[in-house]
């Protein structure tokens, strides 16, 4: 059980339209859900913290602005990039945590934007 | 500040045993945890320390040290597909994962 999905999988845009990314917790109720972005030999970086019914939580850095969250079920979140650029060009992974600490974050497979 | 500390990149040879340490210092401890990630996937789960001592799961060990600030992730009988990234994070007190570079792990045969 834990399983995350997120689509799509790879997409490529061109400069200033958005792109939206689905994030889905198939098998269990996601009390937060999170966004990251990484970008080539880098760590993840947390991008923002969605709880379902609320506004997302963003971290310092991140416009919230460009990078639309809504968490409109337990079981879905989406990420939209609004006027994308180049620079938003990145590997951007969704997670959902479950409630239970021990258990962590299980992670959707990701999705690589390339914005040209 | 909080801040995750741990090696770039390794090296092993396969069949033999690696340990990947990491330091934390965090604001509140809620638990250590370690990922794997494979190039170009998502991490996945390997491990979570909230107490001291070790943790045994099948070829992967998992220590915590909580006076010391220090885990560590021991893997054993190394096989060609565990080459990946190893991410050390700690939850903080407000239970969010502080995440650190990860560690680049390559086996040779």
């Known amino acids: 059980g834990a399983v995350v999905s997120q689509h799509p999988s790879r997409v490529i845009c061109k400069s200033g339209t958005s792109v939206k990314i689905e994030c889905r917790s198939l098998?269990?109720?996601?009390?937060?859900m999170f966004w990251y972005r990484q970008f080539p030999k880098q760590s993840l970086m947390l991008m923002a913290t969605?709880?379902?019914?609320?506004?997302?939580?963003?971290e310092q850095g991140v416009e919230k602005d460009k990078f639309l969250i809504n968490h409109a079920s337990l079981t879905l979140s989406t990420l939209t990039v609004t006027s994308a650029h180049p620079e938003d060009s990145s590997f951007y992974i969704c997670?959902?945590?479950?409630?239970?600490?021990?258990?962590?974050?299980?992670f959707g497979p990701g999705t690589r934007l390339t914005v040209t | 500040g909080q801040n995750i500390d741990q090696p770039t990149e390794m090296t092993a040879t396969e069949g033999a045993i690696v340990q990947i340490n990491c330091t934390y210092q965090?604001?509140?401890?809620?638990?250590l945890f370690w990922y794997q990630q494979h190039a170009g996937e998502a991490p996945t789960f390997l491990s979570y320390?909230?107490l001291d001592g070790l943790e045994e799961k099948g070829r992967f060990s998992s220590f915590l040290s909580r006076s010391k600030g220090y885990s560590y992730l021991l893997l054993k009988e190394l096989q060609m597909k565990d080459s990946a990234s190893y991410l050390c994070?700690?939850?903080?007190?407000?239970?969010?994962?502080?995440w650190g570079a990860g560690t680049k792990l390559i086996i040779k045969p």
């Open positions: 997670s959902a945590g479950r409630g239970d600490t021990s258990s962590g974050q299980y």
């Open positions: 098998d269990f109720q996601a009390t937060t």
């Open positions: 969605s709880n379902e019914g609320s506004k997302a939580t963003y």
């Open positions: 965090t604001s509140g401890f809620n638990g």
């Open positions: 320390n909230v």
């Open positions: 994070a700690a939850m903080d007190s407000n239970y969010q994962l502080i």
